[in-house]
C-alpha cells in the first residue's frame, strides 16, 4: 500500500510534528541507531528491551503503537531541542520546509539558485533548473503572454495563414 512519506519496511522512517507545529523526517536504518534514538533522542531507553520493538519486523508490524510513542515525545519539544538530540546521536532526519523557508533558504542564496524572471504580470522569483553543467549555464525565458506564440506553432504544424485567420475569426484561439 502506499506509504506517503514513511519508508515500506522500515520503522522508524517518516514524518513527525513537533511542538512548534514543525515537520521532520526522521530515518532509522538500523539496530544500532535504534538504540541510541530510543536512549538519547527519546530518553526512553525503556524501548530499547520492549519487545513489541525488538527488531524492524516487530516495529513495523507495531507502527502505530510506536508512532504514537514518538510522537508525542516530539510534540513535547521544540524543533531545536529534537535535532540537538538527533544530531548527538547520528540520526538521519531533515526538516520539511513550509514554502516560506523555501524561498529563504540559505543554501538557495549561496548556490544562486534563485532568480527573477518577467511575466507578462510583472517580475517574479523562481528557480534556476536543478542542473550544473559545465557547458552551459542553466536559463529560464520570460513567461510568454497567453496566445503569444499561437501563429508561430500553428505555422510549424503546417497550417495556413488563412486557417490560422479563421481559427482567430471563429475564437478557436
Known sequence: GRTGAEHAS????????TA???TLIVGLQNERERGRFCQTVLNKPEL?????????TDRSVNREELR???????????T???ITRLESAAIAYA???NMEDVWQHKQLKALNRLITTPTPEGQISTFLPPTNNSEYDPSISAVPALGEHSRQILEELGFTSNEINNFYDCQVI
Request: hydrophobic letters at 35%; zero cysteines; a negative charge.
Open 20 to 22: 512548534h507545529a514543525e
Open 10 to 17: 522500515i520503522y522508524p522512517y517518516g514524518i513527525f510534528q
Open 80 to 82: 531545536t531541542e529534537i
Open 48 to 56: 530499547i528491551n520492549d519487545p513489541r520493538f525488538a527488531n524492524n
Open 68 to 78: 504514537d510513542i514518538i510522537q508525542n515525545n516530539f510534540i513535547s519539544q521544540s
Open 95 to 97: 526538516n520539511v520546509n
